[in-house]
């Protein structure tokens, strides 16, 4: 496999949990370690600030990555 295709157009809701996963999976090896997102909150919950990073899973190494989404996808997706 050497391409892969997300469709999320009409995918109402989900966990950021699931998107790290899925993330996880997809991400090419070395990218491993590197970091996939950074939650920043106001001062009032600045502790609740973190920074994830990839965990690469699996063996798959794509070369193009593509997703399809619309007006309807969640945030979360």
Known sequence: MTDVVVDIRYNGGGYVTMSQALANYLVKSSANGSTMMTQKFNANYANLNETTKFVKQGSLDI???????????????
Do not use: M
Not at 68 to 74: L, R
């Open 63 to 77: 070369n193009n990555l593509y997703f399809i989404v619309s007006g309807n996808t969640a945030s979360a997706s």
